[in-house]
């Protein structure tokens, strides 16, 4: 039986409250919402913090809105919000392709978005997702609010740009009129991590495109993004040849580890079909919008 070590559990009741505990507890306080990808950390020992903040109840954190020309997600906001928000459909497909392919539907009713993105797994798909639509985490402590564009949140596997002391309260998304999205993921079974995936976001103009956001999971993409990629796709028409070079490319730069999943050689060619796949596809949506 797996059992966590001793610890204290505090119930937040508000956002400054939040902030106060994880001050009088120090580095070693954890916030927690859905727990889910905590928990099983901590029975298994690889976490020991020394006290847990419960944000359940900060129904400020929670929700979806769009203010001053973005998409405003609330840290607190379940999955399944995520998935059935007729706001993040319109807006931002990537999204809900993200989330019909996590977990399952107990994880998706419990697990927030805050949480996923603050776990900083190098194979978790909402990173890749907001990374390809180049979101900003907003984190607030001791100091007030920081914006943090999602590209310098994950630092590294399982770090993140949140200081001691401060909590991510909500991701901000600048919404483009006409864009696509999309997001592609190969995994062993439903609902399993991936052994790739790629998101895509498209701007295009005059048959052109303008603006070009690629996400990577799973493949040792820094920061979850393929820079190189999508500066190659801007200024190129949005077709099958264009999106196949860009694929190559975001493999060319990928860097994964072969593990149970697979060998280097077979993630390297996902992360290059799955760019090309997610591409097409967000550039048939951003045509549909247009038309």
């Known amino acids: 039986m797996q059992v966590p070590a001793t610890f204290e559990y505090e119930k937040a009741r508000s956002v400054e409250h939040a902030l106060e505990l994880l001050d009088r507890y120090g580095p070693d306080a954890r916030v927690v919402a859905g727990g889910h990808s905590l928990i099983p950390m901590m029975k298994l020992r690889l976490a020991q913090p020394e006290a847990l ?12 809105r769009e203010e001053d020309g973005e998409l405003v997600v609330g840290a607190l906001t379940r999955h399944a919000e995520l998935l059935d928000s007729p706001l993040v459909a319109a807006h931002f497909a ?22 996923s993105l603050c776990q900083a797994d190098p194979s978790e798909d909402l990173s890749a997702a907001f990374s390809a639509a180049r979101a900003d985490a907003v984190i607030v402590g001791p100091g007030g609010r920081r914006r943090v564009p999602i590209r310098e949140f994950h630092l590294g596997p399982y770090e993140t740009a949140v200081d001691a002391g401060e909590m991510l309260i909500e991701l ?3 919404i483009r009129p006409g864009a696509g999205s ?16 790629a998101g895509a976001l498209l ?64 993630k390297r060619h996902l992360a290059g079909e799955l760019t090309a796949r997610a591409l097409k596809l967000a550039a048939e949506r951003a045509a549909g919008r247009a038309s």
């Open 53 to 64: 903040i419960d944000i359940n109840d900060l129904t400020e954190l929670a929700g979806i």
């Open 94 to 115: 990537i999204f809900v392709d993200a989330e019909r392919v996590i977990a399952d539907p107990i994880v998706r009713n419990r697990g927030t978005v805050g949480g």
């Open 172 to 174: 901000r998304v600048r």
């Open 182 to 197: 999309a997001y592609a993921k190969v995994e062993r079974r439903v609902g399993d991590w991936p052994v790739a995936a």
């Open 203 to 266: 701007v295009i103009e005059n048959g052109a495109i303008t603006e070009a956001g690629i996400g990577l999971t799973a493949v040792g993409a820094e920061h979850f993004a393929a820079p190189e990629a999508e500066d190659y796709l801007v200024g190129r028409a949005p077709d099958a040849e264009s999106f196949a070079a860009a694929g190559a490319i975001a493999a060319e730069h990928a860097e994964p580890q072969a593990d149970q999943r697979g060998p280097v050689d077979y």
